[in-house]
């Protein structure tokens, strides 16, 4: 027998909302590797940073820990752009 802690309102807001953060985390994994090149090579082009230094926020972190907090930074509007672009359902 299942329990049903939250209201049905709650449990459609919770689908929802999962399903905005999935499609955000597919548009964010897409677009960091053409989007995170391109900034990091006009950053070094224009500022003179250089690639690896770019990644890892000068050092700080390393290269799986640099991509992964890039990947957040970007994780953040594509969240909006998902809840933007999301259709809304009526359906329970």
Partial sequence: MLIKIFPPD????????????VMAAIVTTLL??????LLALFSFAVLGISIHSFVTFG?????????FVWWLIAFVPSFAYAAFAMPQRSDP
Avoid: E, I, K, Y
């Fill in 10 to 21: 709650t449990q459609q807001t919770l689908r929802s909302l999962r399903a905005t953060a």
């Fill in 32 to 37: 960091c590797g053409p989007v995170g090149a």
């Fill in 59 to 67: 050092d700080r972190l390393n290269a799986v820990g640099g991509l």
